[in-house]
C-alpha cells in the first residue's frame, strides 16, 4: 500500500472532527451557530499555494525518504484533505468544491494501488460531494435571503 501521506490524514480526520463538532455547535452572543458563508478570492489564492507547496514538500519527503509509492498524488491529496476538512468545519460553502476535486482524485489513487473497496468507497464520498455542495448553496441562499429581508 505505502500510502503514507494517507495515513497521516486518517489522524487529522479525527481530530478536526471534533474541532468541526465544537464549531458547529457553538453558540455566539445572539445564541446562534455559525453559518455557511462564502469566501472571496484571496483566502482561495492562498489555500492552494499552501496546498501546492505543502503538498509538494510532503511528497518530496515522501519520495526521497520512504518506499512510498505515488508520494506526490498521495501528498497532493492529503494536504488539500487537510484544507478541505478545515474549509467544511468553517462552513465555507467552496469546501465542497475542494471534496469534489480531492474526491475524484483519491479514487484513481486508491485504484492504482489495487485498492478497489477503498476505491468504490471514495465513489460514494464523491457522489456525497455533489450533494453537499447542493445542499449548503440552497441553505446559503435561503439564510442569506432571510437575513437581507429582515
Do not use: C
Amino acid at each position: 500500500m505505502n500510502l503514507y501521506s494517507e495515513s497521516i490524514l486518517y489522524v487529522f480526520y479525527v481530530l478536526i472532527g471534533i474541532y468541526g463538532y465544537y464549531s458547529w455547535n457553538k453558540k455566539d452572543k445572539d445564541n446562534e451557530t455559525i453559518h455557511i458563508t462564502k469566501w472571496k478570492y484571496m483566502p482561495h489564492l492562498v489555500s492552494l499555494l499552501v496546498g501546492l507547496i505543502s503538498g509538494y514538500g510532503l511528497g518530496y519527503y515522501f519520495d526521497t525518504y520512504t518506499d512510498a509509492q505515488n508520494a506526490y498524488f498521495d501528498a497532493y491529496t492529503t494536504v488539500f484533505s487537510f484544507i478541505a476538512s478545515y474549509m467544511e468545519a468553517k462552513k465555507i460553502l467552496s469546501s465542497w468544491l475542494f471534496w469534489i476535486i480531492i474526491n475524484g482524485a483519491t479514487i484513481f489513487l486508491y485504484l492504482s494501488r489495487g485498492l478497489d473497496i477503498y476505491g468504490m468507497l471514495t465513489v460514494v464520498y464523491f457522489i456525497s460531494s455533489f450533494v453537499g455542495y447542493y445542499n449548503w448553496k440552497k441553505k446559503f441562499a435561503l439564510e442569506n435571503n432571510a437575513l437581507e429581508v429582515n
